[in-house]
């Protein structure tokens, strides 16, 4: 997996957006950028991913920058909930016949939510 | 919303002796893997499972390791002889497989503790 760089730790108050960053600068034109994040004593979940165009789903929306170098992960209005470690991967993606398919976390950004 | 389980939640065991991690992957799922976490460090890629056998591990995945699908619905971890070193978080994780893209679900993990 291609090396991306997120910063260590944020913060955020409840009930407002929170703006997570994500530089990739040497992403291949057949990476897709995921997000995962793992809550305190968890398992990671799986957050949403994409590769060009911006996206959106019920947890978070992703934008993507126009030369794909770097991509925010956007939480609408942050809860106590949406505290934990957020990782930002960068998969292949090819149609799946087994194969190196692990995903490589890095360190993350902790993010904390103030009340 | 089906979920990957694993027990125990928490092992102990003393070096040198054998243990088995039990996971439940989701019932449809293809691609199974197990990660781990050593207490506060990153989480970590071991294996990957397809189609009944590896398709990718890790340096971490030595001799000491192995992973079985038995039955058609569990998914272990073996470690033969076990190290202190061994100590941590061990995730299981399956996903559906029609692309690399297609997202992991994590359990939520077994603690092991060797002494």
């Known amino acids: 997996d291609a090396k991306t760089t997120q910063p260590n730790s944020m913060e955020s108050n409840e009930e407002e957006p929170v703006h997570l960053p994500c530089n990739h600068s040497?992403?291949?034109?057949?990476?897709?950028i995921h997000w995962y994040r793992q809550l305190p004593s968890q398992g990671p979940e799986y957050v949403i991913h994409?590769?060009?165009s911006n996206v959106n789903n019920r947890m978070a929306s992703l934008a993507i920058a126009e030369d794909r170098k770097s991509s925010t992960l956007i939480l609408h209005r942050a809860t106590l909930r949406d505290a934990a470690v957020y990782y930002c991967?960068?998969?292949?993606?090819?149609?799946?016949?087994?194969?190196?398919?692990?995903?490589?976390f890095g360190k993350g950004t902790h993010l904390i939510i103030q009340p | 919303e089906p979920e990957v389980t694993q027990t125990p939640s928490h092992q102990v065991t003393q070096m040198g002796q054998e243990v088995i991690l039990r996971c439940v992957p989701i019932?449809?799922?293809?691609?199974f893997y197990w990660y781990r976490q050593i207490l506060g460090q990153k989480v970590e890629f071991l294996v990957s499972?397809?189609?009944?056998?590896?398709?990718?591990k890790s340096e971490i995945f030595d001799d000491q390791f192995s992973v079985e699908r038995p039955d058609g619905s569990n998914f272990t971890l073996k470690i033969r002889s076990t190290k202190l070193e061994d100590s941590a978080m061990y995730f299981c994780?399956?996903?559906?497989?029609?692309?690399?893209?297609?997202?992991?679900?994590f359990g939520n993990g077994t603690r092991l503790t060797v002494t």
């Open positions: 994780a399956s996903r559906l497989g029609d692309r690399i893209n297609s997202p992991l679900h």
């Open positions: 040497t992403i291949s034109g057949t990476d897709y």
């Open positions: 994409g590769l060009t």
């Open positions: 991967i960068l998969r292949v993606d090819s149609y799946s016949g087994g194969g190196a398919d692990g995903l490589t």
């Open positions: 019932s449809n799922h293809l691609y």
């Open positions: 499972f397809y189609n009944n056998e590896i398709s990718e």
